[in-house]
């Protein structure tokens, strides 16, 4: 028996990176956690951008939401506050961001190696407890991963073909788009119960129980009769 938990993400996005640990925290103490399987979807928060793009984060938040750059930092410092608390590094200065298209091309790679955790994990810490910008660049992508343990000729091969694992980021990010998720991270367990956004791991650890119940339901009692138990058996009655 076990419990499959999809996660749609994007490495650009510091909630799908918070979401992350806590949903580990969660998982942690889940007394099944050994039947829990867990796959990373793809989902790009602008599948507009060219595969090359790069630029930095603060002027790109002021724009997106209107505000000012002193606003968009005074946000970064709140989101990194928040990541230091749950032990993450978080750069609020330096960063960029960009086009993840290739990125969830080679976690469909790394999935197919068994090893797209390592991965995801690596470009998060690349992407927000590491200053230099990561978008737009093949060459420290290609390094970022293979500091993940993946051989680098086969790592440059798959950036090489742009057609390499497209399709299998494309129909995750249908999916997500049936499943109704309108941004990320989004959570879905036995394709029964989603969770939206970074929660609590409390929130998470409630669905991870609700999943399992429902694999292994109450036993409903036919019929009772005469029983043995830990405080004796019970005594015959005599007519």
């Known amino acids: 028996m076990a419990v499959q938990v999809e996660i749609w993400t994007d490495i650009n ?24 399987e867990v796959v990373h979807r793809s989902f790009e928060l602008d599948p507009t951008l060219d595969h090359g793009h790069s630029d930095a984060v603060i002027p790109h938040i002021a724009g997106k939401y209107g505000i000012s750059e002193a606003q968009a930092a005074a946000n970064e410092r709140g989101i990194a506050a928040q990541a230091e608390a749950m032990g993450l590094d978080y750069r609020v200065e330096g960063r960029d961001f960009g086009s993840s298209f290739d990125m969830h091309r080679l976690l469909h790679f790394a999935l197919a190696q068994g090893k797209q955790e390592a991965l995801l994990d690596a470009l998060y810490a690349a992407n927000f407890a590491d200053a230099r910008p990561l978008f737009g660049d093949t060459e420290r992508l290609v390094q970022v991963a293979a500091d993940a343990g993946f051989d680098a000729a086969e790592v440059r091969a798959v950036l090489a073909d742009p057609e390499a694992y497209a399709d299998a980021v494309r129909a995750d990010e249908a ?53 043995c138990g830990p405080d004796g058996c019970a005594v015959p009655q005599r007519d």
């Open 175 to 227: 999916e997500a788009g049936r499943l109704g998720a309108r941004g990320v991270p989004f959570f879905v367990i036995d394709r029964k119960y989603g969770v939206s956004g970074a929660q609590q791991p409390e929130t998470f650890a409630q669905a991870l129980e609700r999943a399992w119940a429902d694999h292994a339901p109450e036993l409903e009692v036919l019929g009772e009769a005469d029983t």
């Open 13 to 36: 996005c510091p909630f799908c990176y918070l979401g992350k640990r806590r949903f580990e925290e969660a998982l942690a103490g889940f007394p099944h956690r050994d039947a829990v």
